[in-house]
């Protein structure tokens, strides 16, 4: 009888301990950020072209008195380390592969963002990724939101 209570004791610790550790691994998230922070000066008969191939853009037109634009960029990664399609180091290799271009050519200010290795390759960790593109311009500014869906 005393075996028996032994076995019912181990198993229950068994059991809830295997439980826990199954409800902490479908809980738990991968989170990966990476921000980015620039403003540039531009001349007010320009133009800012925006071609972004993922992500949200958002276009803030502000009344202050300024030459500059400000662009804040957001890639995340949000994903349950059970449903995460691969390792972390695919997608920090995935966040570094998007990359965000942005090219000077006075009067106008061109923003690209779009993968390296094209689109199609990262296809398998998509869903888990959001890209936020934030820009402040003056105003007066044109702004050609060129972005794909």
């Not at 001349?43 to 992500?55: H, T």
């Not at 920090?92 to 090219?103: A, F, S």
């Not at 390296?116 to 702004?143: E, F």
């Amino acid at each position: 009888m005393k075996k028996y209570k032994r076995v019912i004791i181990l198993i229950t610790v068994f059991l809830i301990i295997t439980v826990v550790s199954c409800t902490r691994i479908v809980t738990d998230e991968i989170n990966i950020v990476d921000m980015t922070h620039n403003h540039y000066k531009v001349d007010p008969k320009g133009q800012l072209i925006v071609n972004a191939e993922i992500g949200e853009v958002s276009i803030e037109k502000t009344d202050r008195l300024t030459d500059q634009i400000d662009v804040d960029i957001k890639k995340e990664w949000k994903s349950g380390m059970m449903f995460q399609p691969n390792s972390k180091q695919w997608i920090k290799d995935m966040l570094k592969d998007l990359e965000v271009k942005i090219k000077r050519d006075p009067p106008d200010v061109r923003i690209d963002v779009k993968f390296k290795r094209g689109k199609q390759h990262w296809k398998a960790g998509l869903k888990w990724l959001t890209v936020n593109i934030d820009l402040k311009v003056p105003r007066q500014y044109k702004v050609v939101n060129a972005t794909s869906k």
